[in-house]
DNA sequence: CATGAATGAGAGTTCATTCAT
DNA sequence: GATGAATGAACTCTCATTCAT
């Protein structure tokens, strides 16, 4: 029944070289991947490969793409199926970190596929990027409408500590070492979320507050003064 | 008179072909660079990089590992000219944020070093990231003992933060524009570093505990004004 | 009804393909043309033709072959309807400058099928050739036995000075400039059959010789007008 | 001695490669040339062709080029030594035949040339072919000086005889068989020469030399009137 | 009969590395 | 020590030809 069409058959091969190439790149990174690894992995020859990509910067473009596509659909739909500001941001940590962990390299590539492919760039990044992004930023919004988040926010200060830090966590994690499955990614994510939340929650406003500038300026001027010295 | 030893011109020479390979490999990545471009860039024939470096891959870690110390120096001497937690974190974090634009290429470098040089991997990144990372550390703990951040903070947590929430605010940046003299580095850094004081920083149990702090601190500039008198 | 029975339809095709085979194989040359494109051409997919044609190479013989067939065709066609050895010769410079202008690559494919048809070589290219250049061979031979060329005339000579002069002329146009348009075709087939026709009329031994040719030519002439009259 | 200084190895090296690429563009043509059977048959590695030459189109260009330079040389230094126009003609006649049956494969790729590297076209070609059809147009130019040869004299439709009654019959030859060595060049070359002589040398202005004219206007009306009868 | 997806041999080209000078 | 010419393995991409549908 199914896959026996020949428009089923051709999709279903399309999707093996896909999923090969994004494997090898994975493995390999760009330059280190060769065709003939990917068609030899996908279980189709060299010339096959041509007949469904343009050459291996479409193939680069292809395989990241779907990856954002799939990354993005993770996120939304994890987030649709949870209440509560603090619990869908930790969701989306740990699905990050996974994702992370679990496809490095393919998250590198993307930076390659700006340099690599002109026409490329700020567009192909941006679209794909955008949307992913949109999910945190909604997760984000909503908790500012809850009262739950300090109401100004800086979302794209907010956005990079939480990726980065997930991001730089993961690299830190691989390169410790290979056996990703140790790692607790709970754990790391529930903790991250905790500090960025202490943050970026919604503060009392108290009389107090202020004082912390006050001193600061006060240690300025004292550095100033010290530095006059000497 | 300087510079007329023979080992002070093999050092001169090192050094040329290592400045060459890390402009090289900034502009066109580490598989995009040839050793004939940096030959000729270093004002060297091929060969003679040979007589320095065993290999291509010898080269990509005396680049990142001479990239790494310049990093860490510029770090560790900042901070000590300062005072202040706070000011000092501000100050890492525009270091960084600098160093991130403007020599991006490097940094992802050091991600293919571990799957290119097997010997190389944990211990050459640990050796070089812990150093780095310890001028951070300093600063942070500092400001655990001085009272103004939370006493059990995750160490590994806010560093994540920091330097991740750095990295992809300075990726973000490159893929929008090539043109990094219009990126305001100052107040990304001083927001970022805002943000985070405000999830680390030691929270008041109670009504009181607050002012002591201020007042302690406010005493510690008192003695720094008193000592500049005499 | 014309072209219904399946033997037409079987012709039709066939002679898309070869008419599509020559427009490619003038555009880009042999090595130039791709299968693919050819049967884009003749809306016909790839494997259809070579259910009509062994391979690239037979294709190429079959393009030759119809070329050499209309090209014979149309000359011995011109010729049966002029009257006059010099305005036939005329005509077939003209008729064979303007076919060099327009397939000039068709006629050095027919080199290539030497070099790339063992089989080929001498055979096929004799058999076109030959009758090819039968026509003119004709009219020459005309022209000597009604006494206005020299009846010991190299015919080989001729020949090769004729159609020689006449591929070199449209060879150097062709590198000139692509505008074919442009080129004067009855001026330079007029003047290179003046030039050859003076060195090949028969050339007068004595004073008399020379008017008894007019004479007998007048005379000639005045038949026809008396037998156009009755 | 000779071929000692690092220079010299080059200058005989790159000649090797060209002399190779010579030899193997006439047997095979362009595109059935490969890089590495050019290499195998001068004694290097494939790698070493492109420290030569770019790529194989300018290595082409370098074999038309060199080719051309040793004809013209050939052909220059050959009338040089001979006195009288016919005497030279005949040289030329020869020379130009006996290069065209040796290298015939060249003199197309010439034609290639133009098409296949863009910024050559006519620029290259020109530059070559007039410089050896100069030498040429000198022997005919100083015949008419000289009074031997018609003194309004197209010199383009002379040369289009000369060289184009030359390659033709090459050509012929050619393709008849593959066994240059049974022609006689010497018997072709006078001949030709001969015709060509008769049709280009003075003639005494006669009074009947318009007779042909009038007669050719005669069938033409004749012609004409037949038509209109049917 | 017709299709066009699949093949895989083979091409041009690059470049890290070596080694005679 | 320094050079840079030479190497040749390896890569990407093309395309004539086949064959299951």
Not at 17 to 42: C, K, M, N, P, Y
Not at 69 to 85: C, F, I, K, N
Not at 206 to 228: F, H, I, M, P, Y
Request: glycine share 10%; net charge neutral; hydrophobic share 40%.
């Amino acid at each position: 029944m199914s896959g026996s069409t020949r428009r089923e058959r051709v999709e279903r091969r399309e999707e093996a070289i896909v999923q090969a190439a994004h494997a090898v790149f994975s493995e390999l990174g760009f330059d280190g991947a060769t065709i003939a690894g990917i068609a030899s992995r996908a279980g189709v020859a060299e010339g096959t490969i041509y007949l469904y990509f343009k050459n291996k910067n479409a193939l680069l473009e292809a395989v990241v793409g779907r990856f954002y596509r799939q990354l993005t659909d993770g996120a939304a739909s994890g987030v649709e199926s949870l209440r509560g500001t603090r619990r869908q941001l930790e969701f989306l940590a740990r699905h990050h970190l996974v994702n992370c962990l679990a496809h490095w390299r393919i998250l590198e590539l993307m930076m390659l596929l700006y340099g690599r492919v002109p026409e490329y760039g700020q567009d192909g990044y941006y679209r794909f990027n955008k949307t992913y992004v949109a999910v945190f930023d909604g997760v984000v919004r909503a908790g500012i409408d809850r009262g739950e988040l300090e109401p100004d926010l800086s979302l794209a200060i907010v956005r990079d500590l939480f990726y980065g830090g997930l991001e730089y966590s993961a690299r830190t994690q691989l390169l410790r070492g290979p056996d990703i499955d140790g790692i607790d990614v709970d754990a790391i994510a529930r903790r991250l979320v905790d500090m960025l939340w202490a943050g970026a929650q919604r503060r009392p406003v108290a009389a107090g507050d202020d004082d912390s500038t006050v001193v600061d300026r006060l240690e300025a001027v004292a550095d100033r003064l010290e530095r006059l010295k000497t």
